[in-house]
């Protein structure tokens, strides 16, 4: 078995376990009860607050990161690229929850934006979807972004980390909304070459994607730690702790110094080598 191919059956046996915990997570919370919307049946939760968002968060999390090893495997690399770009938001707006951010320990304004979008229904008449969809207010990523930055207890100067946060997000954005660039890294192979629209397996793209596929799920591990810290479940925090600390060790996604980062960072924006 290659290198290759021991760290990825490693992610798929890591991402095991963050799904276990997170079925866990989720039974600490009343189960979901059928209603009915218009002439669906659907599933929806009695009670509602910033808890069981940043659980379903981890919940979609997992979900994408399965989904991301299944493309891999297949060699379908800008495909999982757009679904780490997916994941990281889950992530982000978990830390962006965490902690009230207003004044006198309340949720700030946006925070309160944030719960109100999130759990609002498509719309207000099922029987009439085209003319019933409701006006979402979202929060902006940028405004998110700078709230985390501006955390207490965040390390790094915001501006920086801001900036550094702002670059991995827009370097993955282009997989997301097929920007130009990142089309063009599709082609190439034997002269007059070609468009791979099949995957990408045999190309030095794999190897890239390998290395950067750890960093989101031992992000995604970091947002359940997060949440069982919030439910006050020590012993699942402690799991996922395990899991992460044993992640990182073996993969080494965590930068143990700021050279480290930076060369990260450079090899991200790299990206571009022809098949």
């Known amino acids: 078995m290659s290198e290759d191919s021991r760290l990825l059956q490693y992610m798929e046996g890591s991402i095991a376990e963050l799904e276990e915990c997170v079925h866990a997570l989720s039974r600490h919370f009343n189960a979901p009860v059928v209603t009915t919307r218009g002439e669906r049946i659907v ?3 009695a009670e509602t607050d910033d808890l069981l968002l940043s659980m379903l968060k981890c919940v979609r999390a997992v979900s994408l ?44 304004e946006d925070q309160e934006r944030f719960f109100s979008e999130f759990f609002q229904e ?12 409701k006006r979402r207010d979202r929060v902006s990523r940028k405004r998110i972004r700078a709230a985390i930055a501006n955390m207490e207890g965040h390390p790094g100067n915001p501006h920086d980390v801001i900036a550094i946060d702002r670059t991995l997000y ?35 793209k794999i190897q890239e994607c390998e290395e950067q ?7 995604t ?8 810290s919030r439910l006050g479940d020590e012993g699942l925090r402690d799991r996922f702790r395990h899991i992460r600390k044993e992640f990182a060790a073996t993969t080494g996604c965590v930068p143990k110094d700021e050279a480290q980062a930076k060369e990260a960072l450079s090899r991200a924006k790299g990206k571009g080598k022809k098949a």
Do not use: W
């Open 221 to 228: 591990i970091c947002s359940g730690e997060i949440v069982a």
């Open 122 to 133: 498509e719309f207000e008449d099922e029987a009439n979807i085209l003319g019933s969809q």
């Open 170 to 204: 827009q370097l993955f954005s282009g997989y997301l909304h097929g920007a130009y660039v990142h089309i063009m890294e599709s082609y190439g192979g034997r002269p007059p070459g070609h468009f791979h629209t099949r995957g990408m397996l045999g190309t030095p």
């Open 213 to 219: 596929l750890p960093n989101y799920i031992f992000r």
């Open 43 to 45: 599933f929806r939760y």
């Open 65 to 108: 990161l399965n989904a991301a090893v299944v493309l891999l495997r297949a060699g379908y690399v800008h495909e999982v690229y757009a679904l780490c770009r997916i994941a990281e938001e889950g992530n982000q707006d978990v830390t962006f929850m965490a902690l009230p951010l207003g004044e006198g320990d309340k949720p700030s």
